[in-house]
């Protein structure tokens, strides 16, 4: 499914935000901006004529490639940058959009060289802060993965602390009671839950034992009414339960309570007038790290240079009392340095709860480019996957630095993140058509070994790279 208008809006005003470069007047680019705007809705539908996953984003990647305009660019490269992260192509999706952190007016000081202020581990720290809240709002940045591998990971002591609901922005209320009688999410489940973190995320939740419940706004409203609606239907949710404990997860500044907002107020400004709760707010997507190290906060690198963190952090005083950058939340992470491992990511390890698994592209059968999806064992050919990720030994075309893979020698190399000591079935396709699938289970500790064999309706459980020759037993 395309994303809703509403999303597309907030897209076109945050690309203004990497606009500055192009010298014309605002009137000129926002009247780009919203001819492009209507271009990529009409390329969206074009691509969703497909079926599969892969087809669609090769209609995505041909089109950005077409037209180099700048208003195009901006708006279109962040739809081509979901898809990215759609088919696991972490390190491309950020490099088709991103948006630049600059320092602003009302930045707190750094807490560096500050007595008493140091760092601890977010996952450990937040919960703990929780305790005294019945509502947690958790935010992320749409096409970067990252920002919301912690929320995944903080599920788990959240519920321990007694939260009972997850609420998710963009899913669909149409798959919302077979979501939660179903137990993991669908194509139909919503828009970004077909990243496999995202998918990730739900997933963890409904086996925790939390309802899932959407609260997206109807697809007419935008602006300030979105979030005003978005706001309501969260206060609904506890006052028809009024033993409920809410992990609420949303986009950017929707859960800054005080501040500047894009000429309105935010969800969370919204949802503390309507309800009169003060909810704990948790800031993700501004201490980050970018390939291009230009996009970078300018504290960031100070921050994590003397903090050498191997997972998300946050800062805090004597008092434990925590320190945010920005006036309208209450806490900010700062996410370690990236590592690349053949093109993807460590951090979809979720910090340690997965291992990665290496897949040669000799599963592939010379078809190419090839996706390779990991679902559990338990769940439907209809799952979203774990993990995904996507092989060809020559990229069939290059848009200016965004590839769709990179191989190694003429048979691809890449890798797939999956939790220990769990059944997955591999399941091996092109653009049209599906390969094949292979059963395999993953060691409890340590690296996993990939497939070096051509996929069958059986298939191998671990083979290793380094011994090509080496037969390959079932599982």
Same mark, same amino acid.
């Given at each position: 499914?395309?994303? +809703?208008?509403?999303?597309?809006?907030?897209?076109?005003?945050?690309? !203004?935000?990497?606009?500055?470069?192009?010298?014309?007047?605002?009137?000129? /680019?926002?009247?780009?901006?919203?001819?492009?705007?209507? @271009?990529?809705?009409?390329?969206?539908?074009?691509?969703?004529?497909?079926?599969?996953?892969?087809?669609?984003?090769?209609?995505?990647?041909?089109?950005?490639?077409?037209?180099?305009?700048?208003?195009?660019?901006?708006?279109?490269?962040?739809?081509?940058?979901?898809?990215?992260?759609?088919?696991?192509?972490?390190?491309?999706?950020?490099?088709?959009?991103?948006?630049?952190? @600059?320092?602003?007016?009302?930045?707190?000081?750094?807490?560096?060289?500050? +007595?008493? /202020?140091?760092?601890?581990?977010?996952?450990?720290?937040?919960?703990?802060?929780?305790?005294?809240?019945?509502?947690?709002?958790?935010?992320?940045?749409?096409?970067?993965?990252?920002?919301?591998?912690?929320?995944?990971?903080?599920?788990?002591?959240?519920?321990?602390?007694?939260?009972? *609901?997850?609420? *998710?922005?963009?899913?669909?209320?149409?798959?919302?009671?077979?979501?939660?009688?179903?137990?993991?999410?669908?194509?139909?489940?919503?828009?970004?839950?077909?990243? +496999?973190?995202?998918?990730?995320?739900?997933?963890?939740?409904?086996?925790?034992? %939390?309802?899932?419940?959407?609260?997206?706004?109807?697809?007419?409203?935008?602006?300030?009414?979105?979030?005003?609606?978005?706001?309501?239907?969260?206060?609904?949710?506890?006052?028809?339960?009024?033993?409920?404990?809410? *992990?609420?997860?949303?986009?950017?500044?929707?859960?800054?309570?005080?501040?500047?907002?894009?000429?309105?107020?935010?969800?969370?400004?919204?949802?503390?007038?309507?309800?009169?709760?003060?909810?704990?707010?948790?800031?993700?997507?501004?201490?980050?790290?970018?390939?291009?190290?230009?996009?970078?906060?300018?504290? %960031?690198?100070?921050?994590?240079?003397?903090?050498?963190?191997?997972? &998300?952090?946050?800062?805090?005083?004597? #008092?434990?009392? &925590?320190?945010?950058?920005?006036?309208?939340?209450?806490?900010?992470?700062?996410?370690?340095?990236?590592?690349?491992?053949?093109?993807? +990511?460590?951090?979809?390890?979720?910090?340690?709860?997965?291992?990665?698994?290496?897949?040669?592209?000799?599963?592939?059968?010379?078809?190419?480019?090839?996706?390779?999806?990991?679902? %559990?064992?338990?769940? !439907?050919? #209809?799952?979203?996957?774990? #993990?995904?990720?996507?092989?060809?030994?020559?990229?069939?075309?290059?848009?200016?630095? *965004?590839?769709?893979?990179?191989?190694?020698?003429?048979?691809?190399?890449?890798?797939?993140?999956?939790?220990?000591?769990?059944?997955?079935?591999?399941?091996?396709?092109?653009?049209?058509?599906?390969?094949?699938?292979?059963?395999?289970?993953?060691?409890?500790?340590?690296?996993?070994?990939?497939?070096?064999?051509?996929?069958?309706?059986?298939?191998?459980?671990?083979?290793?790279?380094?011994? &090509?020759?080496?037969?390959?037993?079932? &599982?």
């Amino acid at each position: 499914m395309s994303p +809703p208008r509403t999303i597309c809006l907030a897209a076109l005003l945050l690309a !203004g935000l990497v606009s500055a470069a192009v010298a014309q007047t605002p009137s000129q /680019w926002r009247e780009e901006q919203l001819e492009a705007l209507n @271009k990529s809705d009409t390329i969206m539908q074009r691509a969703h004529r497909e079926k599969d996953l892969l087809a669609q984003y090769q209609v995505l990647r041909r089109a950005y490639a077409s037209d180099g305009r700048p208003a195009f660019r901006a708006i279109f490269g962040q739809y081509l940058s979901w898809y990215q992260s759609f088919i696991g192509d972490y390190q491309d999706a950020e490099r088709s959009f991103s948006i630049e952190q @600059k320092a602003l007016p009302d930045d707190v000081p750094s807490p560096l060289g500050q +007595p008493g /202020w140091h760092p601890v581990p977010a996952l450990d720290f937040i919960p703990q802060l929780a305790k005294k809240y019945r509502v947690v709002f958790l935010n992320e940045a749409h096409n970067i993965a990252m920002t919301r591998t912690l929320t995944v990971r903080l599920l788990k002591p959240l519920r321990e602390e007694g939260f009972t *609901v997850f609420a *998710v922005e963009t899913l669909y209320p149409t798959d919302i009671a077979a979501l939660n009688k179903r137990g993991y999410p669908v194509a139909t489940s919503g828009f970004y839950t077909r990243e +496999p973190i995202y998918a990730e995320m739900v997933r963890t939740a409904l086996k925790l034992g %939390y309802k899932v419940v959407a609260y997206e706004a109807d697809a007419n409203h935008a602006g300030n009414a979105r979030e005003a609606q978005q706001a309501a239907n969260l206060s609904k949710i506890l006052k028809d339960d009024p033993n409920a404990k809410l *992990v609420v997860n949303a986009g950017y500044a929707h859960i800054q309570k005080t501040g500047k907002f894009l000429g309105a107020q935010s969800m969370a400004e919204h949802f503390v007038k309507d309800s009169g709760i003060e909810p704990l707010s948790v800031e993700q997507t501004v201490l980050i790290p970018h390939q291009d190290r230009a996009m970078d906060h300018p504290d %960031y690198a100070a921050l994590v240079a003397a903090a050498q963190p191997r997972e &998300p952090i946050v800062f805090i005083d004597k #008092d434990a009392k &925590p320190w945010s950058l920005r006036p309208g939340y209450d806490v900010s992470v700062i996410f370690p340095e990236q590592q690349f491992a053949l093109g993807r +990511p460590t951090w979809a390890s979720l910090w340690g709860a997965r291992v990665p698994y290496v897949v040669s592209g000799n599963v592939c059968q010379q078809h190419w480019p090839c996706m390779v999806a990991a679902r %559990y064992a338990e769940e !439907g050919d #209809d799952a979203i996957p774990a #993990d995904r990720v996507v092989l060809d030994p020559v990229p069939l075309m290059t848009i200016n630095s *965004v590839k769709i893979t990179r191989g190694q020698d003429s048979i691809p190399i890449g890798r797939l993140y999956l939790r220990p000591d769990h059944r997955y079935r591999l399941t091996i396709s092109d653009e049209r058509h599906r390969i094949g699938s292979q059963m395999i289970t993953i060691q409890p500790t340590g690296p996993t070994a990939g497939l070096t064999q051509p996929a069958t309706s059986t298939g191998c459980a671990v083979a290793a790279l380094s011994q &090509p020759s080496m037969p390959c037993h079932n &599982p």
